[in-house]
């Protein structure tokens, strides 16, 4: 069974700081994993998609890696700010589209 | 970029009541949707496949039973929850991927509290 873990749980950084959030996942057959947005009490926002194929996504300050072999990714938020402030989450794709969701690192920047 | 609703956002029912929650596909077509359930402070986990035009497939654990799954169109699959009870408060989230597409497009949730 498929298990993904997130370190850490909870982070909080001062504004404008760059900083690494931790994604593992036990089962290496993959299709693709998700990085997500999730404010308090709201759904989620897709931030980036990773193929199995790939090794790393960008879009803006955000940068993904994903080393699958070792069934590893980070998420690499540069420059921060305060509008970063939300839970993030990492899921894998095993086939069907089924998301096996990690627990989720709370981000809170500090102004 | 592409959008889904819930609706209602929040419902508050009696025990022993059903409740209803709609997911739909605002401005695309959607074969298959997602329902996931998420406690507080815990993360999203999958409930069921909805599929159009014939039965869900739930995950292991989950009672088909009490959580009524229709996906009555392209755009719409609703989540019932029968006899609801105090342990199936939580927030429900629902998901569509495009089709030919690998990214899922979330809901906004429906918190549901049952007294």
């Known amino acids: 069974k498929q298990e993904v873990t997130q370190i850490p749980a909870a982070l909080s950084v001062p504004e404008g700081e760059n900083l690494v959030l931790n994604c593992s996942f036990t089962?290496?057959?993959?299709?693709?994993l998700q990085w997500f947005r999730q404010d308090p009490g709201k759904g989620l926002t897709s931030l980036l998609l990773?193929?199995?194929?790939?090794r790393e996504q960008t879009s803006g300050r955000l940068n993904a890696s994903l080393d699958k072999s070792s069934g590893r990714s980070t998420l690499y938020i540069a420059a921060s700010q305060p509008g970063d402030s939300a839970t993030y989450l990492c899921?894998?794709?095993?086939?069907?589209?089924?998301?096996?969701f990690g627990q989720g690192t709370r981000l809170t920047i500090n102004p | 970029g592409a959008v889904v609703s819930q609706h209602p956002s929040r419902v508050i029912c009696k025990s022993g009541t059903s409740v209803k929650i709609e997911c739909r596909s605002l401005?695309?077509?959607?074969?298959?949707m997602f329902w996931y359930r998420q406690f507080p402070k815990q993360s999203l986990m999958l409930m069921a496949t909805?599929?159009?035009?014939?039965?869900?497939?739930?995950e292991q654990g989950v009672e088909k039973d009490k959580f009524l799954i229709n996906h009555a169109s392209l755009t719409l699959s609703t989540l019932t929850v029968t006899s609801a009870h105090p342990e199936d408060s939580s927030f429900y989230i629902c998901s569509a991927p495009p089709g030919g597409y690998d990214t899922q497009y979330f809901g906004p949730g429906t918190r549901l509290t049952v007294l």
């Open positions: 899921a894998v794709n095993q086939g069907a589209q089924k998301l096996v």
């Open positions: 401005d695309f077509q959607a074969t298959t």
């Open positions: 990773i193929q199995s194929s790939q």
């Open positions: 089962d290496s057959a993959i299709y693709n």
């Open positions: 909805s599929n159009e035009g014939s039965k869900a497939t739930y």
